[in-house]
């Protein structure tokens, strides 16, 4: 996905919170982040957050209407789990520089990560 927070949001489908990234890490710019709601990501402060960000994250769960990726470090193993799960070939998939992210919403009751269903495998 390029970073552009219109073109993600359009890819995902839905109103999910976008995340502005520190240019050289994977920690987000904004404090609080897991409280965020899609409304408080639409003012033009954050707006502007969100285009002078070296890369754009997704707040996933809750959050994000259900929003779940699926991480696959390697080409191999996300064609092993669609051949399993067939029905997930036309969802939408990311590229990293090494594998790919499924992207999938999930209805239902949603438990937080840092919950023991959370970690459950």
């Known amino acids: 996905m390029k970073k552009d927070p219109q073109a993600i949001l359009q890819a ?4 999910a ?6 240019e050289g890490s994977k920690a987000t710019m904004v404090k609080g982040w897991p409280e965020k709601t899609f409304e408080d ?3 033009s402060s954050y707006q502007n ?9 997704v707040s996933l769960g809750a959050p994000s209407g ?10 191999e193993a996300m064609r092993v789990f669609l ?16 594998g790919a992210n499924l992207w999938v919403a999930i ?3 949603i438990p937080p ?3 023991p269903q959370g970690r459950q495998w």
Do not use: H, M, W, Y
């Open 107 to 109: 209805t239902g009751n």
């Open 12 to 15: 995902l489908g839905r109103k």
């Open 49 to 57: 957050l969100l285009e002078g960000a070296s890369a754009i994250a």
């Open 66 to 75: 259900g929003l779940c990726s699926i991480d696959f470090d390697c080409e």
């Open 41 to 43: 990501t639409q003012t």
């Open 83 to 98: 051949r399993v799960n067939p029905f997930l070939e036309e969802t939408l998939r990311t590229k990293g520089r090494r």
């Open 17 to 22: 919170v976008l995340l502005p990234i520190r």
């Open 113 to 115: 990560l840092n919950s």
